[in-house]
């Protein structure tokens, strides 16, 4: 190969890595915001109609769909897609009900946080509709509240694992 076909061939290559560099930065860089729950939203896991059922939801923000929060019918069935490998790496964000602001039988969507803002009691006596659920909270004295009547062990959100929820 001459030397000019290396020169070319190495600008090009550096033209595409930089191009495609761009293109996933774009992406992690944007700021995105929680978005309302609909009547008719199903949950992107199992597919019930979310609004049927009590207790904290959550959505999370992919790569390749930016434009429309996955929703959940539960904290658990959000972490279960969010921490898959697969998806894992693909996260640009994830929204749960913060318990210490709204409801557990009505939770109000203005009071969605950062899931990996949040600490969770886990392990508690309150169903969830998918079971035993992550219970979101910005207030560790929230939390502990909740802990003395229904149970649980407090977690941060790296503590959350696959294992963890099986």
């Not at 774009?26 to 049927?52: N, W």
């Not at 207030?139 to 229904?150: G, I, L």
Request: some cysteine; charged content about 25%.
């Amino acid at each position: 190969m001459t030397m000019l076909k290396r020169v070319a061939m190495v600008t090009i290559m550096g033209a595409v890595t930089f191009m495609l560099g761009g293109c996933g930065d774009e992406a992690a860089q944007k700021t995105y915001s929680p978005v309302p729950f609909e009547k008719h939203d199903r949950c992107h896991l199992c597919g019930m109609v979310i609004a049927h059922y009590e207790g904290p939801k959550a959505e999370v923000i992919i790569k390749g769909a930016e434009d429309t929060p996955l929703k959940f019918c539960a904290g658990r069935d959000a972490f279960t897609y969010a921490l898959q490998p697969e998806n894992k790496r693909r996260l640009l964000a994830f929204y749960i009900h913060d318990l210490a602001k709204t409801d557990w039988n009505t939770p109000d969507d203005k009071y969605l946080i950062a899931a990996d803002q949040a600490m969770y009691v886990y392990g508690h006596r309150r169903e969830g509709v998918m079971g035993d659920e992550p219970a979101a909270f910005s207030d560790k004295v929230a939390a502990e509240k909740f802990m003395k009547e229904w149970g649980g062990k407090l977690y941060q959100y790296k503590d959350i694992t696959l294992d963890l929820l099986d």
